[in-house]
């Protein structure tokens, strides 16, 4: 038991004990470089062959199409190339003409007569002006359709048009008893007055305030195309028809508030 353990034996050991025997090498010679060169020669002909195989053979007009491109692209280089011309720029466009404004419309290609005065055409552009704020001025309104206007509204109800007579600028249409009836509105010597009365008026809208407030009340209250009124101008009418026409300058109001009660100060 206290003795050294048995030894083993390696079986290497055994093989190192016997001399090596070494074989004699000797360098690769021309024979074998030669045949690695002709195999990797061999190699490339057989893919070079599968190749040409593969790929299909230029037809005649691609080849003739493609020499001018190659013949182009070779006269584009840097070395042979002319220098670029600038293109011609396109002439401006021609502006469009701009249509000539329409004549002005002769006298006689309206049915008004021509104004006879400055003081007439003043007057008349002053009334226009006013029959414009008014709200019942119903401007070429025809006869028919004034009446069609008037039928359902009650009795002394009116609006004002323009006349198609020649010799007359504006018409009066009322509704009255017996229907809905027109009234020319002639102007002369620089007055207003209805046809067949004697009274005539300096302006158009004193002769509606006459006939409002007339015993008989030939008129009531005007048709205005806009039935709810703004409350300045109920505010203006009320004034007007408390202080007066004429004393509307008195009245200790600032500018602005003063010209509005003048642009309308009527009692309608």
């Avoid at 508030?257 to 309308?264: A, E, G, H, K, M």
Wanted: proline residues 12%; contains cysteine; glycine residues 4%.
């Amino acid at each position: 038991m206290g003795g050294k353990p048995p030894e083993h034996s390696c079986p290497c050991s055994s093989s190192l004990a016997h001399p090596r025997t070494l074989w004699p090498t000797r360098p690769a010679g021309p024979a074998c470089r030669m045949v690695a060169h002709n195999q990797v020669a061999a190699d490339n002909a057989i893919s070079t062959a599968a190749e040409s195989r593969r790929r299909p053979e230029p037809s005649p007009t691609s080849s003739s199409s493609s020499s001018p491109s190659s013949s182009s692209s070779s006269s584009s280089s840097p070395s042979s190339a002319a220098p670029a011309r600038a293109r011609p720029c396109a002439p401006p466009a021609a502006p469009t003409p701009t249509p000539a404004p329409a004549p002005a419309a002769a006298p006689g290609d309206t049915h008004f007569r021509t104004f006879r005065s400055q003081a007439e055409y003043r007057r008349i552009t002053r009334a226009s002006a006013l029959l414009e704020a008014c709200g019942f001025y119903w401007g070429p309104l025809n006869v028919h359709g004034a009446h069609e206007r008037l039928r359902a509204e009650p009795v002394g109800t009116f609006l004002v048009r323009d006349s198609r007579q020649r010799n007359c600028f504006f018409a009066l249409s009322v509704k009255m008893a017996s229907g809905p009836t027109s009234i020319r509105v002639h102007f002369q010597a620089g007055r207003f007055h209805l046809d067949g009365s004697r009274e005539s008026f300096d302006c158009l809208f004193e002769l509606l305030e006459h006939y409002v407030a007339a015993p008989r009340r030939m008129l009531g209250a005007p048709l205005r195309q806009r039935r709810v009124r703004p409350l300045q101008e109920l505010c203006r009418q009320r004034i007007v028809a408390t202080v007066g026409r004429e004393n509307l300058a008195r009245i200790p109001l600032n500018p602005v508030l003063r010209d509005y009660l003048s642009s309308f100060p009527f009692q309608i």
